[in-house]
């Protein structure tokens, strides 16, 4: 489908309606660019390597809820 046979069909749609086709157009240009800028910006990892240490007993049953076990 060429851009000149769209151009037609829009044409066609009455005015009232040629504004929602707009904003379709922009939230598909918006979505566009969302998607470009997640690439962009991913993540690196091991950024935080050895700057967070877990305690060795982190899954040992807590004091607060011996009653319920």
Known sequence: MDQLHILE???MIPVA???E????????LQKKDL????KKSSR??????GKMK???????PLED???YM
């Open 65 to 67: 809820f011996k009653d």
């Open 21 to 28: 086709v707009e904003d379709f157009i922009d939230f598909i």
């Open 54 to 60: 877990m305690s060795d007993d982190f899954n040992a």
């Open 35 to 38: 998607k470009r800028s997640e």
């Open 44 to 49: 690196k990892l091991g950024l935080l390597k």
């Open 9 to 11: 069909k829009i044409k």
């Open 17 to 19: 309606y040629q504004q």
